[in-house]
Each structure stands twice: as structure tokens, then as C-alpha cells.
């Protein structure tokens, strides 16, 4: 969101540190502190991008929390891997890639399991652009990848959700990965857009050699505009999700 009471106060705002610390975020009772990650704050404008863990969240009724700001002398209180781990969320890895390349050193992992990424290629630090809420990495369709290594909590077999943001420009002579775990001897899913029709294709693997499922959306993503695409392997099922629709499922996994 962006404010002009999240501007700092030498912006004319009410944020009493340029790096926004002040900020910080309760339970509906006022004084319990919640899990929260800062992913952006730009003190001139009163942009802010902050991820909460919240408790409980109902459909059916409303959820009061509290945002309080002001305080002067307050620390950091924001606590990245917390707000990603817990009883209601443990994912195997969180990546804003709101880094640089040849400027940072990884691309941060936000989650407890520390799954950094390398990048890879001929990346460079014209690559990082702005993205949907933060930075993002533009990649030249060629060498250019972030890599992850191969540790347990990151080979996934079995049950799966994958969640992205991407920007597609257009048809290209290949197909493009998005994200993946397949290799020739470890597949397990890869989520791609074909080069030929610009359609989200989603494959399911047993872990070894084998293709167990497919599904293709069932329309071209749109281009040059920001598209969530989720790719979720749930037992048996394989399912495609592009802007909180459903395009395409498939049933009776056999791996």
C-alpha cells in the first residue's frame, strides 16, 4: 500500500524512522506482537510491503489487527523467518528475489530452511526490476537462472504448491521454465510456458524417470502484464491456477 501517513516525518508523514522500524503490527488485543517481515518500505512515498502471519483467518467473519508507528527509538522488531514458519505455514522456501546480481550474493530465502539461491548466467545488475510488490529478476530466456541446491527440504516429491509472479513478453524459440525440480533422473514437477502457444504446462514426476501426469492451460497467459500462476500437486491430483482461477486439472496420479 501506499500512504501519505507512511511517509517518514521529514516527509510529511507520521513514520518516526526512515527505515520504518517504528512500524509494527498486533493481535486483535492490542498488545500481542505478530510475526511480520518488512519486504519494502520507501520513507518518501509511504510505500510499504509487509508479509503478517496472522493466527486465524475466518471467511466468515472479519479479522481486526493493529498496525502502530510513531516510536522514535523502537528496534527492528520484524522477524522474517518466523512469519514464514509456524502452525499455520511452513513452506520450504520463500524468495522476494528483490536482490541484484553481481551487487548481492544470493537471492535470500526468507523461509526457516534457508534455501538460498545462486544466480547464474550472464545475469548482471540491470536484471533486477521492479516486480508486482517488490524487485524481481528479468532473465534473458537463455543461461540465466537462480539455482537452488539440493538439499532434503528442497527435492519435493509427493504433495506440492508452487506460487509465482511472472511477466511473459512473448512466444520464443523455446520453452521456458519457470520453476522446476527435473532432472533425467530426478523428476519430480517442472512448470513451464511452452514456446509455441504461450500456454502454462504443468508435468508431474515420481521422483525418478518417469511422467506421471500433464496438464496445459487452457488459454495463452496474457503478455506483458503481471500474471500469478500457482502449479499444486495434491495426491492424486495435479491442478493449474492462474489469477485465483482454476484452468486445468488432472486426476488419478499414478507415481
Known amino acids: 500500500t501506499t500512504q501519505d501517513f507512511l511517509k517518514s516525518t521529514a516527509n510529511g508523514g507520521k513514520i518516526a524512522q526512515s527505515n520504518g522500524y517504528d512500524i509494527i503490527f498486533t493481535d486483535n488485543d492490542g498488545t500481542s506482537l505478530l510475526d511480520f517481515e518488512y519486504e519494502k518500505y520507501d520513507s518518501s512515498t509511504g510505500e510499504l510491503t509487509t508479509w503478517i502471519e496472522m493466527p486465524d483467518i475466518s471467511s466468515a467473519t472479519d479479522r481486526t489487527f493493529y498496525m502502530y508507528?510513531?516510536?522514535?527509538?523502537?528496534?527492528?522488531?520484524?522477524?522474517?523467518?518466523?512469519?514464514?514458519?509456524?502452525?499455520?505455514?511452513?513452506?520450504?522456501?520463500?524468495?522476494?528475489?528483490?536482490?541484484?546480481?553481481?551487487?548481492?550474493?544470493?537471492?535470500?530465502?526468507?523461509?526457516?530452511?534457508?534455501?538460498?539461491?545462486?544466480?547464474?548466467?550472464?545475469?548482471?545488475?540491470?536484471?533486477?526490476?521492479?516486480?508486482?510488490?517488490?524487485?524481481?529478476?528479468?532473465?534473458?530466456?537463455?543461461?540465466?537462472?537462480?539455482?537452488?541446491?539440493?538439499?532434503?527440504?528442497?527435492?519435493?516429491?509427493?504433495?506440492?504448491?508452487?506460487?509465482?509472479?511472472?511477466?511473459?513478453?512473448?512466444?520464443?524459440?523455446?520453452?521456458?521454465?519457470?520453476?522446476?525440480?527435473?532432472?533425467?533422473?530426478?523428476?519430480?514437477?517442472?512448470?513451464?510456458?511452452?514456446?509455441?502457444?504461450?500456454?502454462?504446462?504443468?508435468?508431474?514426476?515420481?521422483?525418478?524417470?518417469?511422467q506421471d501426469s500433464v496438464i496445459k492451460s487452457a488459454s495463452a497467459i496474457p503478455t506483458n502484464t503481471w500474471v500469478h500462476a500457482v502449479y499444486q500437486r495434491d495426491g492424486n491430483n495435479l491442478r493449474m491456477f492462474i489469477d485465483g482461477v482454476k484452468e486445468s486439472s488432472s486426476l488419478n496420479i499414478t507415481g
Open 69 to 210: 508507528y510513531g516510536n522514535s527509538s523502537a528496534s527492528n522488531l520484524a522477524n522474517a523467518t518466523n512469519t514464514w514458519s509456524g502452525s499455520n505455514i511452513d513452506p520450504v522456501g520463500v524468495w522476494h528475489l528483490s536482490e541484484t546480481p553481481t551487487q548481492d550474493a544470493y537471492a535470500d530465502d526468507s523461509s526457516a530452511n534457508n534455501n538460498i539461491g545462486s544466480f547464474n548466467g550472464s545475469m548482471t545488475s540491470g536484471d533486477q526490476v521492479a516486480g508486482q510488490l517488490d524487485g524481481s529478476l528479468a532473465v534473458d530466456g537463455g543461461d540465466d537462472y537462480v539455482g537452488v541446491s539440493s538439499a532434503s527440504s528442497i527435492c519435493f516429491g509427493g504433495n506440492i504448491t508452487v506460487s509465482v509472479w511472472i511477466y511473459w513478453h512473448g512466444v520464443v524459440s523455446n520453452e521456458r521454465r519457470i520453476v522446476s525440480d527435473w532432472s533425467s533422473g530426478q523428476r519430480n514437477f517442472i512448470f513451464t510456458i511452452l514456446n509455441t502457444d504461450n500456454k502454462l504446462d504443468a508435468n508431474s514426476g515420481n521422483g525418478a524417470t518417469n
